[in-house]
């Protein structure tokens, strides 16, 4: 199978060579030139499997130029017991009758990011070695609080490669800070960007696309790569928790084979939701996709008008992985929707850059609603979902996941659909263990109190078990903490790399 950007059909390159680069030379990203479909009886076949089987099913349709073998190795290495604290590694939790909870943040950084950051290392690796490449690779990440940590995580120690994350000084709560400024490892490092994460994802994306800067860094024996979702390799493994989900229902007798079940997903650079999609037009039955923002959302306002407008006030919310105004991956959809017009794809991004803004056409529109469904809550009604679902079920949510919770909740309300539903948990409550304590036992419990006492005091309430990789946060040393302006983000890097 070869890649496209979305920016130019003419570009077509292996998997390996994707993953690799990371993002398109001209801009654009990667994606599959056609998308492998699955027969009802293929899919009905992964029930029995577990979860490794299941992805290296999914995986082999879309990396030809890796053997079974070569993809069962990353698999292998990147989804243990050890690593997710759980033989299920992406366990299904029933709410109700009709509601079940995807929980995707079993792992080493309590987060969804980590089911595709702990094989994007091996798949890179791999990568690297198919292409012949001779250089290190620089990992260069821009986060909103989760993929930061993940991606230090997965590569620390990583032969062969460097990693470098910017992540936004206001914009990540105490414990996704904490993570990241601790992270061990000879290859690692992090700084700070005063500013949003819009910001440091901007700046990360200019260094990707400086070609003069490409060259000074080639001369130093050095090549970008990203590990961000506009990494192929990072967004494939995420359509394997898609169909694992729908396997595991059908291996529980809870739907029939060929039973459409929705998705919500809490997004805000699309990537999720993207993977869903992608699992959407493979063939697994999925009815709707429904868009789960917080107070960030463009995302909503362009699925209910096909108008993306990225001004207005950014507003830090207590869903912070989600302060995002410019949804990067939403390009690779509107590509398979506009028929892989590339031309068009670039006007669009072009005038995003120029002004903000782009409008997409009636057809475009009317493909968009098809699928997806948007929806939003704000943070008081995002608190209030917590609570009442822990009060009820005594379940506890994240913000991120309660934001999905209630956008749900809303879309019922507004449609009257009772198809059975899957809600995408994408992280632990402990990593915001403020909110969701100030949700659960109001404002009083949380006022004084240093962050870290709140994860004993949410595993008391809570009755749960502190994950292992946050219990000792506390006591880890700081090690990192560099800052800086957004323009200054080239020169960061260049010291990071002792470049010449």
């Given at each position: ?437 100030t949700a659960i036992c109001g404002e009083d419990s949380v006022k004084g109190k240093d962050p870290f006492d709140l994860l004993d005091e949410l595993a008391k309430t809570a009755d749960l078990l502190i994950p292992d990789s946050l219990a000792g946060l506390r006591e880890k040393p700081v090690i990192f903490t560099t800052a800086c302006e957004k323009n200054e983000m080239y020169d960061v890097v260049s010291h990071m790399l002792n470049l010449a």
């Amino acid at each position: 199978m070869q890649y496209q950007s979305t920016r130019s059909k003419e570009v077509r390159v292996p998997s390996a060579f994707a993953i690799k680069t990371g993002l398109a030379a001209d801009g654009g990203l990667y994606v599959p030139e056609q998308i492998p479909r699955l027969a009802l009886e293929e899919i009905a076949s992964l029930a029995p499997l577990n979860y490794n089987e299941r992805a290296i099913n999914i995986l082999t349709r879309f990396l030809t130029d890796f053997t079974p073998e070569e993809v069962k190795l990353c698999v292998d290495r990147a989804y243990t017991k050890e690593k997710f604290e759980s033989v299920e590694i992406a366990p299904l939790y029933k709410l109700e009758s009709d509601v079940y909870y995807l929980e995707l943040w079993h792992g080493p950084t309590c987060a969804f990011k980590d089911m595709a950051l702990q094989i994007l290392p091996h798949l890179l690796l791999r990568s690297i070695e198919k292409t012949g490449e001779s250089k290190e690779v620089v990992i260069l990440v821009a986060t909103s609080g989760d993929t930061g940590k993940a991606a230090l995580e997965g590569f620390r120690d990583v032969e062969g490669t460097r990693i470098i994350v910017f992540y936004p000084a206001d914009g990540v709560s105490d414990v996704q800070k904490r993570q990241m400024v601790t992270q061990e490892g000879n290859n690692v490092d992090v700084a700070a960007v005063r500013g949003n994460f819009d910001d440091a994802q901007n700046g990360v994306k200019q260094i990707f696309s400086d070609k003069e800067y490409a060259e000074i860094l080639a001369r130093n024996n050095f090549m970008l790569s990203s590990a961000n979702s506009i990494n192929w390799g990072r967004l494939v493994p995420q359509i394997v928790y898609y169909f694992s989900s729908y396997a595991s229902l059908l291996k529980n007798n809870e739907i029939r084979l060929g039973d459409p079940v929705n998705f919500v997903v809490p997004t805000g650079n699309f990537g999720n939701i993207l993977a869903a999609y992608y699992a959407k037009e493979m063939g697994l039955p999925i009815h709707k996709l429904i868009c789960a923002s917080n107070e960030n959302n463009v995302l909503t306002d362009f699925i209910n008008t096909g108008i993306y407008d990225k001004n207005r006030e950014f507003k830090t919310t207590a869903s912070p992985s989600m302060d995002i105004l410019i949804s990067s991956n939403l390009e690779r959809f509107l590509y398979h929707a506009t028929g892989c017009d590339g031309a068009r794809i670039a006007q669009w991004m072009q005038e995003l850059k120029e002004t903000g803004r782009y409008e997409v056409p009636e057809l475009t529109k009317a493909r968009i609603k098809e699928i997806f469904w948007g929806g939003f809550c704000d943070d008081a009604e995002t608190f209030a979902n917590i609570c009442e679902v822990n009060r009820q079920y005594g379940y506890v949510m994240d913000t991120h996941t309660a934001v999905a919770k209630g956008v749900y909740e809303k879309y019922r309300k507004e449609t009257g659909d009772a198809t059975k539903t899957v809600i995408v948990s994408t992280a632990s409550p402990f990593k915001f263990c403020d909110s969701v304590l100030t949700a659960i036992c109001g404002e009083d419990s949380v006022k004084g109190k240093d962050p870290f006492d709140l994860l004993d005091e949410l595993a008391k309430t809570a009755d749960l078990l502190i994950p292992d990789s946050l219990a000792g946060l506390r006591e880890k040393p700081v090690i990192f903490t560099t800052a800086c302006e957004k323009n200054e983000m080239y020169d960061v890097v260049s010291h990071m790399l002792n470049l010449a």
